[in-house]
C-alpha cells in the first residue's frame, strides 16, 4: 500500500471523509478548507443535523453525493479528535469497509487537528490480510491519499509508513503456524533483514547452547527435528549507548508433556511474538537507519 498526500481533493474509487464528535466545528469549512466538495458538505450537515450521524468512534455512513470522481463514499466517525487511538482505529475501520467494496484507490479527507499519523498507521494495519495458499480472492487497497490543509512533509511521512509496515511485518511473523515458521524459517527471515547496511547477524546453533549451559531453549526444542538456534541481529548506527531488545523465539513448544488449557494450544505460533517483534523493529531501522542512527541488538 502507498500512501500520497496533497492539499486539494484527489479523485479516486472511494473517498473516506473523517469526522470526530467533539470537539467539531459545525461550520464544515472551517474545519476542512476548502477539500470537501459542496454536495458532500450538505449531506454531512443535513445527517448531523437530523442525527443519521454524530461522529462517534466505530460509526461508518455511506452517503451518496452527486460529486464526481468517486463511485463510494463513507463518514467515518473518530470519537474524540485528540484521541489518537480512536483515531487510529477508525482509519482501519475505514479501510476494511472500502475493502469490501473492492475499492483499490482511496482518498482520506480528515480536518485540522486530527492525527494524520494515526490515520496513515490505521490505514496500513488495517489493509493488513493474512492468508495461506491461494490469495486469488484478496482484495488489497493499492493507494491512500491523504487530503489535508495540514503540512505533513514527505519524510515524516515515510517513517510512519515504515513504521507501520514493520507492525504488519512482524504480524506476518507471528501469523504463520509452526509449519510455516520453523526456527530455520525465523533464521532466513533474520538473515534476509542482515542484507541491509550496519546490520549484522550471528547465529548460536545447538552445540554453541549446549556449551553455555542454555538448557531452557535447548529443552523447548528436544521434540522437534529441527534444531533450536539462537539469532541476534545488530545494527551499527551510531557510536550511542546501545539499545537492546530481546525477545522469546519459540516458534513451538515441542519439549515434554503439554501443561496448558486445549484452548491454548491452537494459539502457541504465537509464542515467538516477541522474536518477531525485535524482528520489527530491525525492519523498520533498515528502511530507516538513515534518519535514526542508533545502535540496536
Request: hydrophobic share 40%.
Amino acid at each position: 500500500m502507498k500512501v500520497h498526500v496533497s492539499t486539494k481533493f484527489i479523485a479516486a474509487d472511494a473517498v473516506a471523509v473523517f469526522i470526530p464528535e467533539k470537539p467539531f466545528s459545525p461550520v464544515l469549512k472551517k474545519s476542512f478548507g476548502t477539500l470537501l466538495s459542496p454536495e458532500i458538505a450538505a449531506e454531512v450537515a443535513v445527517r448531523m443535523k437530523n442525527g443519521d450521524f454524530v461522529g462517534k468512534k466505530n460509526e461508518i455512513l455511506q452517503i451518496f453525493p452527486t460529486t464526481k470522481g468517486f463511485s463510494k463514499c463513507i463518514l467515518v466517525g473518530t470519537g474524540d479528535i485528540k484521541n489518537t487511538d480512536e483515531t487510529r482505529r477508525a482509519s482501519a475501520l475505514a479501510v476494511r469497509a472500502l475493502k469490501k467494496m473492492k475499492a483499490k484507490k482511496i482518498t482520506f479527507i480528515f480536518p485540522e487537528g486530527m492525527s494524520w499519523q494515526s490515520l496513515v498507521s490505521g490505514a496500513i494495519a488495517g489493509g493488513y490480510e493474512f492468508k495461506l495458499g491461494d490469495t486469488k480472492e484478496r482484495i488489497s487497497v493499492d493507494l491512500i491519499t491523504l487530503c489535508s490543509t495540514q503540512k505533513i512533509s514527505s519524510a515524516m511521512l515515510s517513517e510512519e509508513v515504515a513504521r507501520a509496515q514493520a507492525v504488519n511485518f512482524t504480524r506476518d511473523l507471528v501469523n504463520l503456524p509452526a509449519g510455516h515458521m520453523s526456527p530455520d524459517d525465523l533464521e532466513q527471515s533474520a538473515r534476509t533483514l542482515a542484507k541491509a547496511k550496519n546490520i549484522s547477524i550471528k547465529v548460536l546453533d545447538a552445540k554453541q547452547l549446549l556449551k553455555l549451559k542454555m538448557g531452557g531453549i535447548m529443552g523447548v526444542g528436544k521434540g522437534s527435528a529441527i534444531p533450536p538456534r539462537m539469532i541476534i541481529l545488530e545494527y551499527k548506527g551510531s557510536k550511542d549507548a546501545p539499545i537492546a531488545l530481546v525477545g522469546k523465539g519459540v516458534c513451538f513448544d515441542s519439549g515434554g508433556y503439554n501443561l496448558k488449557p486445549t484452548k491454548h494450544i491452537e494459539a502457541m505460533h504465537s509464542d515467538m511474538a516477541g522474536g518477531g517483534g525485535g524482528g520489527g523493529g530491525f525492519f523498520f531501522v533498515k528502511a530507516k537507519q538513515t534518519t535514526h542512527p542508533t545502535n540496536l541488538g
